[in-house]
Each structure stands twice: as structure tokens, then as C-alpha cells.
């Protein structure tokens, strides 16, 4: 999966349909504000499709831009998280710092040609 950047522009809303596809860091929306097809799992889509219908258009966007804005904190909080394991780790061997860098960097560019 490419990782997607924080987008730090609010959704834009209004009278109708979003004009344009909305993204966070692993949100995307189609042109009507809905999410991709199966972004948050069965149960969240039929949540969201069902509140998405009760809600008017310019609301709806309020709530994708907030739905985005926890998706992101909570992805730079794990990321975080993981990066202060690794440091940790890689704390009790001060030499392989420098291949894990080129290592680590190889991967992430291998994953994300996929």
C-alpha cells in the first residue's frame, strides 16, 4: 500500500457534491465525499453510508474532514511509536546504524513500487 501524505487543506464543502477527491494520510473520497470503497471496513462504510444520508453535503464534508484529521494522528502516533522501538533496538548495536539506514530505505522504496 503507497503511503499517502497529510493533506493539511480542509474539505471543501457546500451546496451538492464535493468538487474534489479529498485526502488524508490513507483517505481518500471520490468527487461525491464518499470513501473509497472498502477504506474503513464493512461495519465504518455502512456506518458512514447510512450517516452520509442523513446528513446534508456541506455536514457530511465536516465529518470526512474529521474522520481524516483522527485517521491522521493516529497514523503519525503509530509511526512515532515505531520509530522510538527501532531507535531503541538499534540503540544495543551503535555500528549497523549507518546499513540500517540504507536497508530500511531499500524496503520502503521496494514496498511502495508494488
Known amino acids: 500500500m503507497e503511503r499517502a ?8 464543502g457546500g451546496e451538492g ?12 473520497t471520490d468527487p ?4 473509497t470503497p472498502v477504506l474503513w471496513g464493512r461495519q465504518a462504510e455502512a456506518l458512514a453510508a447510512a450517516l452520509e444520508r442523513e ?3 456541506p455536514l457530511w ?15 503519525q502516533v503509530t509511526i512515532a511509536e515505531g520509530d522510538d522501538r527501532v531507535a531503541r533496538v538499534l540503540a544495543y548495536f551503535p555500528g549497523i546504524l549507518p546499513a540500517w ?13 508494488r
Do not use: K
Not at 479529498?22 to 481518500?28: E, Y
Open 17 to 28: 457534491p464535493l468538487s474534489t477527491p479529498q485526502t488524508g494520510m490513507g483517505m481518500t
Open 61 to 75: 464534508a465536516r465529518v470526512v474532514e474529521l474522520v481524516a484529521a483522527v485517521e491522521d494522528h493516529a497514523i
Open 32 to 35: 461525491d465525499g464518499c470513501p
Open 55 to 57: 446528513l446534508p453535503p
Open 5 to 12: 501524505w497529510v493533506n493539511s487543506a480542509p474539505v471543501q
Open 101 to 113: 539506514h540504507a536497508v530500511s530505505a531499500y524496503l520502503e522504496q521496494e514496498s511502495l513500487a
